[in-house]
């Protein structure tokens, strides 16, 4: 069981931690439409983006960062999931212009949190999803990033880097 800290206070994980290298756990969750979004899947690449709501700022700045970048991700489908309500998403997504990626909520059963070991198993949280991004390329996770804080952004210059970005220097050998 993983721990995450929130407002620098530690709060436990539920579910199996997903660790690079492993094969992606599938997931179907709810779109803002009501319609399957299907995690883990092979034949394709997806950038996954766990968030406690997105009606929190730092979750908001987060999903709109990530719409302006998902061009320069190669053709990955960036998907933000949280346990909000597909029409509180629908509605978020309107209200701030958010058309290039896509939203979907695990509220119905809980199962892309447990599966991927983010499921904030206490505190004030309790029952939202912890702040990850996941990177799934043809059904196996290849990135994986568990922010310590759970009101701090993901590191988007390593995500970047990940993707061969413009902010890698090139000299690493991360990817």
Same mark, same amino acid.
Do not use: W
């Given at each position: 069981?993983?721990?995450?800290?929130?407002?620098?206070?530690?709060?436990?994980?539920?579910?199996?931690?997903?660790?690079?290298?492993?094969?992606?756990?599938?997931?179907?969750?709810?779109?803002?439409?009501?319609?399957?979004?299907?995690?883990?899947?092979?034949?394709? =690449?997806?950038?996954?983006?766990?968030?406690?709501?997105?009606? =929190?700022?730092?979750?908001?700045?987060?999903?709109?960062?990530?719409?302006?970048?998902?061009?320069?991700?190669?053709?990955?489908?960036?998907?933000?999931?949280?346990?909000?309500?597909?029409?509180?998403?629908?509605?978020?997504?309107?209200?701030?212009?958010?058309?290039?990626?896509?939203?979907?909520?695990?509220?119905?059963?809980?199962?892309?949190?447990?599966?991927?070991?983010?499921?904030?198993?206490?505190?004030?949280?309790?029952?939202?999803?912890?702040?990850?991004?996941?990177?799934?390329?043809?059904?196996?996770?290849?990135?994986?990033?568990?922010?310590?804080?759970? =009101?701090?952004?993901?590191?988007?210059?390593?995500?970047?880097?990940?993707?061969?970005?413009?902010?890698?220097?090139?000299?690493?050998?991360?990817?």
């Amino acid at each position: 069981m993983s721990t995450v800290n929130f407002k620098g206070n530690p709060v436990k994980l539920k579910g199996n931690s997903v660790e690079v290298g492993a094969d992606a756990p599938k997931v179907n969750l709810k779109a803002k439409d009501l319609s399957v979004i299907e995690i883990g899947a092979a034949g394709k =690449t997806q950038i996954i983006l766990s968030v406690p709501s997105l009606d =929190t700022p730092v979750c908001a700045t987060e999903a709109r960062e990530f719409n302006k970048k998902v061009a320069s991700y190669n053709g990955a489908e960036v998907i933000v999931v949280s346990m909000d309500l597909p029409f509180a998403m629908g509605r978020f997504c309107s209200t701030e212009g958010i058309e290039n990626l896509s939203v979907a909520s695990d509220f119905v059963a809980k199962e892309f949190g447990e599966k991927y070991g983010v499921l904030i198993n206490e505190g004030a949280l309790e029952g939202l999803l912890a702040r990850a991004v996941f990177v799934i390329k043809e059904g196996k996770v290849a990135y994986k990033e568990l922010v310590n804080e759970i =009101t701090e952004m993901p590191d988007i210059v390593k995500l970047d880097a990940f993707f061969g970005g413009s902010s890698c220097c090139g000299g690493c050998g991360c990817h």
